[in-house]
C-alpha cells in the first residue's frame, strides 16, 4: 500500500508541473504562406492584406522586427496572421484564394513575434 502511494504522489507531483499552456496549445492556430503557393499568388494576397485587408504590415518594412528574413513567403505570412488574428472572430479566414494555410506551430522567430489571439 505504501509503495503505491508513494507512485501516486511521484505522478501527482509531475502532472502539476506540466504548463497549462501545453494543454491548450492544441486550439493556437497560426496563418502563414502556403509553401506550394506560387510568387504571384503570394505577391496579390500580400498585396490585398496589407492594404484593404487591414493587416498591421508595419513590423515587416525595412529596419523593423519581422523584416529579416526578406523573403516573400515570409513577409505574406506575417500580414496573413495579422490579418487572421484581427478579424477570425468576425469571420476572417486563412485562405488568401488558397495561398495560405493554418499551423499549430508558432512560426515567431527571434525578434519577429507573430501575434496570437483568442
Not at 37 to 59: I, R, Y
Amino acid at each position: 500500500m505504501a509503495m503505491f502511494m508513494l507512485k501516486l504522489m511521484v505522478l501527482l507531483l509531475f502532472l502539476s508541473m506540466i504548463s497549462l499552456k501545453t494543454v491548450n496549445a492544441e486550439f493556437e492556430q497560426w496563418c502563414v504562406a502556403d509553401e506550394q503557393s506560387s510568387d504571384d499568388e503570394l505577391q496579390a494576397a500580400l498585396n490585398w492584406a496589407c492594404g484593404v485587408g487591414g493587416a498591421d504590415c508595419s513590423k515587416i518594412e525595412e529596419k523593423q522586427p519581422c523584416y529579416l528574413p526578406n523573403t516573400l513567403k515570409d513577409h505574406a505570412s506575417y500580414a496573413f496572421n495579422s490579418y487572421y488574428q484581427k478579424f477570425k472572430q468576425s469571420g476572417g479566414s486563412c485562405n488568401f484564394r488558397g495561398a495560405a494555410m493554418t499551423t499549430e506551430v508558432d512560426p515567431s522567430h527571434g525578434s519577429c513575434h507573430y501575434d496570437y489571439s483568442l
